[in-house]
């Protein structure tokens, strides 16, 4: 199973951009999908998940701003953010989960300057 990210990138405060994860060696339909991010000297929290199900759970700290998608065709997951903050920089993490297990990305670092 290989969860590859991409999209992050150096951005300034009110900027957006787009994160993607391209998932292999799994059945992505069946598999929850989540966005996690690590920001420096902090815990790894949970940003945004899109079950199987058309149902999708944010942080408090995201809503409104960020938003999670999915291709099951492609076996992709995106997640769109918007009006991106400073504290908002960190290491973001794609997670696959289902009842044949979890499994992590890399991870793609966001910089959001002020």
């Known amino acids: 199973v290989q969860l590859q990210a991409s999209g992050g990138g150096l951005v300034q405060a009110g900027e957006s951009l787009r994160l993607s994860c391209k998932a292999s060696?799994?059945?992505?339909?069946?598999?929850?999908m989540r966005w996690y991010r690590q920001a420096p000297g902090k815990e790894r929290e949970m940003v945004a998940s899109?079950?199987?199900?058309?149902?999708?759970r944010y942080a408090d700290s995201v809503k409104g701003r960020f938003t999670i998608s999915r291709d099951d065709a492609e076996k992709i997951v995106y997640l769109q953010m918007n009006t991106l903050k400073p504290e908002d920089t960190g290491i973001y993490y794609c997670?696959?989960?289902?009842?044949?297990?979890?499994?992590w990305g890399k991870g793609t670092l966001v910089t959001v300057s002020s």
């Open positions: 060696g799994l059945a992505f339909s069946l598999n929850v």
């Open positions: 997670y696959a989960w289902s009842l044949g297990g979890e499994f």
């Open positions: 899109a079950g199987a199900t058309p149902t999708t």
